[in-house]
Nanobody, 127 residues
Framework: QVQLVESGGGSVQAGGSLRLSCVAATRTFNTYAMAWFRQAQGKEREFVAAVSRGGPHQYYADSVKGRFAISRDNTKNTVDLQMNSLKPEDTAVYYC????????????????????WGQGTQVTVSS
């Protein structure tokens, strides 16, 4: 079992920035692919960004490319999401997720391939 705890959410005006952080309680953090998902009110949860186990590969939803950056620190068991140029449509609850390595160890981007989830942190962007 892996416990994930997010922090860093809040309210910001459009064009502003926020940095989300997620800390994982596990001794084997570097064996998990990590990702951020988000869920806006009344909508399904959607993929935002993912990072490979070692950190050299990042993947992004088209809607956030060029604005968001995911990174991880395997010495601190953390994964961060730097969000710049925020838009009102980025308003959502953001969730950190961890995926057990499977098969060739690729980094998944679909929700059903992630095994552990945090409780979520609210991000609100006003126009």
């Amino acid at each position: 079992q892996v416990q994930l705890v997010e922090s860093g959410g809040g309210s910001v005006q459009a064009g502003g920035s926020l940095r989300l952080s997620c800390v994982a309680a596990t001794r084997t953090f570097n064996t998990y692919a990590m990702a951020w998902f988000r869920q806006a009110q009344g909508k399904e949860r959607e993929f935002v960004a993912a990072v490979s186990r070692g950190g050299p590969h990042q993947y992004y939803a088209d809607s956030v490319k060029g604005r968001f950056a995911i990174s991880r620190d395997n010495t601190k068991n953390t994964v961060d999401l730097q969000m710049n140029s925020l838009k009102p449509e980025d308003t959502a609850v953001y969730y950190c997720a961890a995926a057990i390595a499977r098969g060739l160890g690729r980094t998944p981007t679909s929700m059903n391939e992630y095994d552990y989830w945090g409780q979520g942190t609210q991000v609100t962007v006003s126009s």
